[in-house]
Antibody
Framework: QVQLVQSGAEVKKPGASVKVSCKVS????????MHWVRQAPGKGLEWMGG????????IYAQKFQGRVTMTEDTSTDTAYMELSSLRSEDTAVYYC???????????????WGQGTLVTVSS | SYVLTQPPSVSVAPGKTARITCGGN??????VHWYQQKPGQAPVLVIY???DRPSGIPERFSGSNSGNTATLTISRVEAGDEADYYC?????????????FGGGTKLTVL
């Protein structure tokens, strides 16, 4: 059974970057596809990007392109999401979530990490 | 980009049936997944491929998808079903394909 454990809460100043980690256990990262979803306070879910096993590429949501980088360390089965040029609107809970090792369009997210609160404030 | 429309709230008495809709242009041609999110917790998958249930999800949860509307149905609603519910589809229609979520529906058990 896959389990995802994320890094702890972060407080950042506007303009800074944040890097959130997501440690996988029960499976290896190469057997899964990792996605990142965020949720602003009191708001809905927003997909930021994820890995497409069919192409071997990471697809980023247009809104975040140029500002987000998703990487993986297969030696430690840990995924990372780095978001740069932070602004107050980026204050949110950031979740990692796994999909299957299939085409990105033929997937769903199960399970999810516990979430990491990132607060952007001066 | 593709838009999914959910009612902000649905209320139902215990033991009754709740139906949460997810509207989208020709959504019946897409696979819809549903998530349950309780306060302070991460989302949990409750329905995938329109109507399949993951292991551990009660049979009271079911789904359907046709035309412009997908529906999550919760039968014999319990107090523990009170949560936010989100639908999800893959949008391949634009130059920037990606996953899209509905705005979420808060289910209140009266």
């Amino acid at each position: 059974q896959v389990q995802l454990v994320q890094s702890g809460a972060e407080v950042k100043k506007p303009g800074a970057s944040v890097k959130v980690s997501c440690k996988v256990s029960g499976y290896t990262l190469t057997e899964l596809s990792m996605h990142w979803v965020r949720q602003a306070p009191g708001k809905g879910l927003e997909w930021m990007g994820g890995f497409d096993p069919e192409d071997g590429e990471t697809i980023y949501a247009q809104k975040f392109q140029g500002r987000v980088t998703m990487t993986e360390d297969t030696s430690t089965d840990t995924a990372y999401m780095e978001l740069s040029s932070l602004r107050s609107e980026d204050t949110a809970v950031y979740y990692c979530a796994t999909g299957r090792d299939t085409a990105i369009s033929d997937n769903w997210f199960d399970p999810w990490g516990q979430g990491t609160l990132v607060t952007v404030s001066s | 980009s593709y838009v999914l429309t959910q009612p902000p709230s649905v209320s139902v008495a215990p033991g009754k049936t709740a139906r949460i809709t997810c509207g989208g242009n020709n959504i019946g041609s897409k696979s819809v997944h549903w998530y349950q999110q309780k306060p302070g917790q991460a989302p949990v998958l409750v329905i995938y491929y329109d109507s399949d249930r993951p292991s551990g999800i009660p049979e009271r949860f079911s789904g359907s998808n046709s035309g412009n509307t997908a529906t999550l149905t919760i039968s014999r609603v319990e107090a523990g079903d009170e949560a936010d519910y989100y639908c999800q589809v893959w949008d391949s229609s634009s130059d920037h394909p990606g996953w899209v979520f509905g705005g979420g529906t808060k289910l209140t058990v009266l």
